[in-house]
């Protein structure tokens, strides 16, 4: 074997000087019969002289009934009748409108049925002969995939634009009811507190009015009951505090320039105490400015650094870290401790309303991570933790950055 490809001529030519004039003839004429397309010949007047087997094939009818006739006969109305005036038109004036062009049009077969092609029109003069060939390429199957792809489109704007309503609707709907439930809670925290208060008041009386109106002394159980009654009522409030705290998260505006070091300090402040307390550090970044709410921000981290101090490990001495950071053009903060850490099968659940996995002795409801996470999200970002029961854990989330620049 040889790996030289032979050499292969520009333009490939029939042997012309080796045929005669007959052979060149029934060569053209069986490609012309074999052609896939459909190819017929007429005189100036329309007159079909020659039709291959394409012809034949595409429109049903036989040789024989084509050959003479008006080429009108394989066309549907308006073309039939147009079509005359269209050829003594073109030898009049030269003016074509598909012939040495093409065009879409319409074709009829032999059962009357009409099918589109495309029509490539050419002119032919030799010698004495005028003549004018057809080129027809039945569009039909194109036509159909085109159809076909057209109606699947329109199928598809069809469904987004049905789902896309959907879920305007479903979305309205949601806002709905979220406003719904807003205002029910916070309605129903504001009158929930009032009885709470008049409990709690007529237990102080009734207390008084047996110590030191009736002169009663209260034995273990009657002091026990009596700081059972009070536990009760203050987890009650702290209850409806939350879901006060809660539901208000929603309505407020953050479209605040907030200084995330104010925020901090003043957080700060209010536990600094606990803190000393504890023989705690606190380790604070610099902090950047970003948009939200002064209000939910510091709830945010009053609830976040009031979670590390209540789930500090008895150990070791509480150290918490508050970082900053700038990922993807957003502020990403952590408040990272190093308390008793969260087991991994609850990281998922901790952020879910009431649920509380640990529970202290210094109170909380399960109502703190909810609030969170309802902060955060308010604020178009996500809140996240990495934890590992005994090492700690670190609340991650993101808030949108303001140039300071
Ligand atoms: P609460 O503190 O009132 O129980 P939260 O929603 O604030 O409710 O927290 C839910 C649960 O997540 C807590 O019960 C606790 O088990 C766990 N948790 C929250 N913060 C921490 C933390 N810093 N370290 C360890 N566990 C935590």
Redesign the pocket.
Known sequence: MTDELPELPDVVQLPRDDLSAAEVGAIAAAILEAAVDAIIVISPIGAILAANEATVRLFGWEREQMLGRNITMLMPEPFRSEHDGYLAAYLATGEAHIIGLGREVEAQRADGSVFPMFLSVSEVKTGSQHLFTGIIHDLTERNRQRDALEAANQELERRVAERTRELDESLAELRRSNRDLDQFASVASHDLKTPLRNVRQALELLEEHLTEGLGVVFDDEANELRQFTTDAASRMEDLIDGLLAYARVQGASTDESVDLGDVLAGVVAAVHLDLEELDARLDVAELPRVRGSTVQLRQLFY??IG??I??RSPERPLHISIESDTVDGRALLTVR?N????DSA?HHR??ELF??????AE????????I?QRVVETHGGEIRVE?EPDK??A?IFDLTLIDSG
Not at 363 to 370: E, P, Q, T
């Open positions: 609830n976040l979670n590390a209540r789930y401790d308390g008793i850490g969260i609850h901790i952020f649920r509380r996995v640990q529970a202290s109170g909380g409801v399960g109502l703190g991570l909810a969170c934890s700690g854990a609340f």
